[in-house]
T-cell receptor, first 116, second 114 residues
Framework: DTGVSQDPRHKITKRGQNVTFRCDPISEHNRLYWYRQTLGQGPEFLTYFQNEAQLEKSRLLSDRFSAERPKGSFSTLEIQRTEQGDSAMYLC??????????????FGPGTRLTVT | DAKTTQPPSMDCAEGRAANLPCNHSTISGNEYVYWYRQIHSQGPQYIIHGLKNNETNEMASLIITEDRKSSTLILPHATLRDTAVYYCIVRVRPSTSGTYKYIFGTGTRLKVLA
């Protein structure tokens, strides 16, 4: 399967601990996105990379959150000093190119974070 | 803020067509409508998208009204595996970063009944 993969699929951590998630996009996709989804809600945009450059961050992304895509391939999302409100599904998506008429994003299975 | 409004839930009999409506009355002229679905505990899956013409692919059909203020996703022969949350999304204008962004609403929970 050459789709978007995420690791781990589930993470349980205690409040105050740091966690890091990894996303491997579809290999030829140069654009990568992180979303957060809480129970009963649709995904909310967090941040976006074009190749290795982080070009946009949502106001949802507090100072405790940092994302990287060092070589323009995989990406990591780190949450420092986790809080119970960080409990959510973290989704990664990737897309190819800049065509205005075809810009679908392909999503990974997500990492479900539970902060106790 | 979400730019789409969908009914929170719908039921459909297996084998029948499922018609999922979406209102996007504030859509701008060059903003596309996308549909995704999310099966429990999985990431959203792309279904179809369109600008102003009706579209059809192997999964579904998308009917967009002439004024573009609403659309309907049609699953022609629903199966139990189509049970999912369906999101109607407006892809907003490029931001300063040049990327298109999806604005998700809360979706429609479709339950296909045997």
């Amino acid at each position: 399967d050459t789709g978007v993969s995420q690791d781990p699929r589930h993470k349980i951590t205690k409040r105050g601990q740091n966690v890091t998630f990894r996303c491997d996009p579809i290999s030829e996709h140069n654009r990568l996105y992180w979303y957060r989804q809480t129970l009963g809600q649709g995904p909310e945009f967090l941040t976006y990379f074009q190749n290795e450059a982080q070009l946009e961050k949502s106001r949802l992304l507090s100072d405790r959150f940092s994302a990287e895509r060092p070589k323009g391939s995989f990406s990591t999302l780190e949450i420092q000093r986790t809080e119970q409100g960080d409990s959510a599904m973290y989704l990664c998506a990737s897309s190819l190119g800049e065509r205005a008429d075809s810009y679908e994003q392909y999503f990974g299975p997500g990492t479900r974070l539970t902060v106790t | 803020d979400a730019k789409t409004t969908q009914p929170p839930s719908m039921d459909c009999a297996e084998g029948r067509a499922a018609n999922l409506p979406c209102n996007h009355s504030t859509i701008s002229g060059n903003e596309y409508v996308y549909w995704y679905r999310q099966i429990h505990s999985q990431g959203p899956q792309y279904i179809i998208h369109g600008l102003k013409n009706n579209e059809t692919n192997e999964m579904a059909s998308l009917i967009i009204t002439e004024d573009r203020k609403s659309s309907t996703l049609i699953l022609p022969h629903a199966t139990l595996r189509d049970t999912a949350v369906y999101y109607c999304i407006v892809r907003v204008r490029p931001s300063t970063s040049g990327t298109y962004k999806y604005i998700f609403g809360t979706g429609t929970r479709l339950k296909v009944l045997a």
